[in-house]
């Protein structure tokens, strides 16, 4: 029976490539000589730390790791921006999380998206992941372009497609 998986991840390399290209922007830039405006990437975590003079700054370097970012080929709705909030030594900080996995809430919402369609299809949550299979690859076909059409706050990849 054919089958497909949903899944929303990130290219951790690209993400670590943009980070590293805005790093040296940062450097190299004149606006930002002799401040202490620092990013750091954690791959582990799934985190980009940023520190910056002032709130400013700190939108700045929001701005230019975003556009590093796309530029990189990675979708901006995997990014959550927290709040800038003071840190220590008169300094501001703010943390990127990336979005990696469908949550719980969001892959229901897409399985009740699939079931108004009314196709002969059955769609399944695996972890961090949602599994879509039917008889039918024209029913498959539209199950992912309706999805591709959605607006569920994360890029998605479907992968894994099966006869």
Known sequence: ??????????NLQEVDNAVNQAVKEIATRYDFRGSK???????????IALIADDDFKAKAVIDIVQSKIVKRGVDIRALDVGKIEPGAGGLVKC???????????????MIAAVKKLNLKVQAQI??????????N??????VIAHLRGGSYGLPLQFINFRE
């Not at 405006?37 to 985190?47: A, D, L, R, V, Y």
């Not at 695996?126 to 008889?135: A, M, N, P, T, W």
């Not at 690859?137 to 539209?142: F, H, I, P, Y």
């Open 1 to 10: 029976m054919p089958s497909f998986d949903v899944v929303s991840q990130v």
């Open 37 to 47: 405006s620092q990013i750091t990437f954690e791959k582990e975590k799934g985190e």
């Open 95 to 109: 943390l990127i999380k990336l979005k990696q996995g469908i949550a719980q809430e969001v892959a229901k919402e």
């Open 126 to 135: 695996q972890e961090d992941q949602l599994r879509v299979s039917g008889k």
């Open 137 to 142: 690859r024209d029913d498959l076909q539209s």
